[in-house]
């Protein structure tokens, strides 16, 4: 049972709100623990066995700071703990232990099964508060880690201009989904977008005109694609879209959908509207038919050199020499013009 210090101050006033759970199967002891920690500013969840505590320990959510009694019935105290960390899981939960042994082969016990630390019966508040904080700091830090490493893995995946995948990242998914589509027998398509006569907009307006251009560009792109299509800048002005689960009749409609999107109205950056076409060179693999993800980049590649001899402003599919699905005149140019005024 836990020593209550009437000389403890209550902090609940200067800490942020902070689940914790205890596991006890004392009643008492729960009881009070509970009360000190509640003093303390945290939000405490009770149970009474380690069955329970462990069913809260699955939920989304769930507490990032646990006190687990040893002995319980059912899951001990040594037993979540090597369950818990069995998983792997994040974020972090800190353990601390809550045992009246005293041996150092118990205590090594508890810690080797995956517990952070442990507190004797009778302890002291100030020693569980100072335990506490501990565990929190380390719980800060991980937090800390955890974003910067997915920071990292934005910057290594990512278009700094766009935002949308990188080419690396890309292309690896179309490595995976080229794969999975010969392995599963699925359909997978696959195209690259490229906009006409991007470099006159950067010669007449500057370049950071021309990266407003590709930002939205972009965005319209990933407006009109299925939560699971994937699209990325795979250099320059060309962008490469891989389709999974899509014949070759539903990617030349999604095809022309883009290129719509893109061209629906101007792109406008201050006081200049820059009207934009993209061309779309599509293709698609179905029923298991055996390609590589460079067999797929190159027909693309080749169905859009047929865009661009045709006219711009239109998809084509990589089947017959010439097959053209859809097409639309190239709006004219000037590429810009002055915004009018209301």
Known sequence: M???????????????????????????????????????????????????????????????????DWMMPGLTGPDLCRELRSRGREPYTYILLLTARTERQDLIAGMESGADDYITKPFHAQELEVRLRAGRRILDLQTELVEAREALRVQATRDPLTSIWNRYAILDS???????????????????????????????????CGDAVLREVARRMQSCLRSYDLVGRYGG?????????????????????????VAAEPVRVGKVSVRTTISIGATAVEGGVE???????????????????????????????????????????PVAAPLRSG
């Open 174 to 208: 179309l490595g995976r989904e080229v794969t999975r589509a010969v392995r599963e027998r699925s359909a997978l398509a696959v195209m690259i977008a490229d906009l006409d006569h991007f470099k006159e907009v950067n010669d007449t307006h500057g370049h950071l």
């Open 237 to 261: 002005e060309e962008f490469l879209l891989v389709l999974p689960a899509s014949s070759s009749a539903n990617a030349v409609q999604l095809g022309e959908r883009v290129r719509a999107a």
């Open 291 to 333: 390609a590589t993800a460079d067999d797929l980049i190159q027909a693309a590649d080749a169905a859009l050199y047929r865009a661009k001899a045709a006219g711009r402003n239109r998809v084509e599919w990589s089947g017959s020499e010439g097959e053209r699905l859809f097409s639309e005149p190239e709006m004219p140019l």
């Open 2 to 68: 836990p020593t209550l210090d009437p000389q403890t101050p209550d902090r609940g006033a200067d800490k942020p709100n902070v689940e914790i759970l205890i596991a006890d199967d004392d009643s008492v002891s729960r009881l009070m623990l509970a009360k000190q920690l509640t003093s303390w500013g945290y939000e405490v969840i009770a149970v009474a066995d380690g069955a329970q505590a462990w069913r809260v320990l699955q939920k989304p959510g769930a507490p990032q700071l646990a006190i687990l």
